[in-house]
């Protein structure tokens, strides 16, 4: 019965949505909102891909998903893009329950939950899958140890990188592919006073993106006998190369 609940709310919402967002995304890159560098080296419709990207922003999610919706529009079951979604920002929400089919839950309080994250994705990328990892476990500026490691031009990254994305890819003979995306974010209005002392973590300011650059690197694939950290480090360093490529 569950299974049988979980297609119907698939075909019925989930994979409407995916594809009317990415006809969105697409209206809205034709439009100057969105511009990609690098297109070039996305992997369309194939599988055993792990998108490693920067995280500055709670939305960068819904920006990502779109590069794969020429996979997602043939190939909606085996070539889903599964997104590495936090537990009570996303997968918890009971509004987000149409879209808990592609969503592989992180809880950042829970240590045994990385472990669970890290089988999902191996499981997915040996089945043929994708996956869109934020590499930073976290926004960027949210980095709890203060600790970065910066491109040429000062673009940065968390300097304690998660290693997930590089051993999933070497158990399942993936690749990565690297990506850094940047928001010019234009504040809408300042919440009164009193609404910020009776919401002390909601923000005061709120934004919205007004332009988005995406850029694309080269599939990065693990060299035979290759660790994760030296994986990883590959991709952090190509991660900020290619944020050193957008204005």
Request: aromatic residues 12%.
């Amino acid at each position: 019965m569950r299974k049988a609940l979980e297609a119907i709310v698939f075909w019925v919402i989930t994979y409407p949505s995916g594809v009317g967002l990415a006809l969105i995304f697409k209206s809205l890159e034709y439009f100057g909102v969105i511009k990609i560098h690098g297109r070039k080296n996305f992997p369309d419709r194939t599988g055993k891909n792990i998108l490693c990207s920067n995280h500055p922003t709670l939305i960068d999610q819904f920006y990502l998903i779109p590069l794969f919706g020429a996979t997602y529009l043939t190939s909606p079951l085996k070539l889903r893009p599964w997104t590495v979604a936090d537990a009570s920002n996303f997968f918890q929400k009971w509004y987000m329950y149409p879209w808990r089919q592609v969503m592989i839950s992180v809880d950042r309080n829970n240590r045994r939950s990385g472990l669970w994250v890290l089988e999902k994705m191996t499981e997915i990328i040996i089945s043929g899958g994708n996956v869109i990892n934020f590499l930073e476990g976290g926004r960027t500026k949210t980095n709890p140890s203060g600790n970065f490691q910066y491109s040429r031009h000062f673009r940065r990254l968390r300097g304690n990188l998660k290693l997930g994305p590089a051993r999933a890819v070497i158990a399942g003979n993936g690749q990565i592919v690297p990506c850094w995306i940047e928001h010019k974010m234009l504040v809408l209005f300042t919440l009164p006073k009193f609404i910020r002392q009776m919401f002390p973590k909601r923000r005061a300011r709120i934004r919205i993106p007004t332009r988005t650059w995406i850029a694309i690197g080269k599939p990065i694939t693990p060299i035979d006998g290759e660790s994760a950290i030296s994986l990883t480090n590959r991709i952090a360093i190509a991660i900020l190369d290619l944020a050193d490529t957008v204005p």
